[in-house]
């Protein structure tokens, strides 16, 4: 598409979902969720621009041009309609989708996603410093590299919760060996990201969700973007389903994906597909607010049996 090579996954068959990766990841993320997933829907998992087998131009790499290319890789594929689910920076990937194309969206599912708060880690904040091509170039020589890999590796076989997220981190420090993908990479990060936090918010926009089903999934343990900012979306967006996971990191669909998988089920079970209303859509720009009238949706907070969101964020 537009003269670049756009990497995907599609399987399965019924109501479709699109799958959308966090930075320095690509679609290989959601391989222990996609064959349970392919069972119930038609799954889409694409490598976003500048990751995994996808194309790594010198391109535009906002959250605006993400969203843009998913309703056109929708379009080439013949879908009309999804349900969008994004995974941290992918997360901010789908609220954008969801924002600028609501006629093609049916739900909005956020897995430990950017844009509900401005903390992140600093690894991810050092993204955006000058010479970090240089230092990470020189970070990922041969011998460097399978030294540090090796070291993540070994931690996160520990019990620490500290380490749980490591071992997929080493996955993204070895996609650094690719100068295209470093470059690639410090653009989307620039984009979202400065040296005091995330940029990009939903905060300003979360009352527009009052028109689509939406559910929020963390790890209680994540060491990337705090568990908290799964109660900013309890607080942002109401009617949301959130269900924080115990025992799982910045990567819950990795940690527990059975449980993750029936969460998803239950969440598209449980809501039927958002029918755009350009009059609906139209009055919630103009009251700029939550309307004091509820919709049908009931907001569910869960994490384990008697902890709420506010105690597992503080945890």
Known sequence: MHGHQRAFVKVGSGPVLLLLHGLGCDHTTWEPVIDTLAEHFTVIAPDLLGHGQSAKPRADYSVGGYANGMRDLLTVLGIDKVTVVGHSFGGGVAMQFAYQFPERTERLMLVASGGLGPEVTPVIRAITLPGFHQVMGALTLPGVRHAGIAGMRALSATPLRATRDLDEVADIYDSF?????????????????????????????????????????????????????????????????????????????????????????????????????????????????????????????????????TAAAGA
């Open 177 to 309: 060996k690719d100068p295209a993908a470093r470059a690639a990479i410090r653009h989307v990060v620039r984009a979202v990201v400065d040296v005091k936090g995330q940029i990009v918010t939903m905060a300003d926009r979360a009352y527009l969700t009052q028109a689509m089903p939406m559910c929020v999934v963390w790890g209680r343990d994540d060491q990337v973007i705090p568990v908290k900012h799964a109660g900013n979306a309890a607080a942002l967006a109401p009617d949301a389903r959130v269900e924080v996971i115990p025992h799982c990191g910045h990567f819950p669909h990795k940690d527990d994906p059975e449980r993750f998988a029936r969460i998803m089920v239950e969440f598209i079970g449980d809501n039927q597909p958002a029918v755009y209303s350009r009059a609906r859509w139209r009055t919630l720009l103009k009251n700029g607010h939550m309307s004091p009238v509820r919709t049908a949706r009931s907001t569910r907070v869960r994490t384990a049996p008697t902890t709420s969101v």
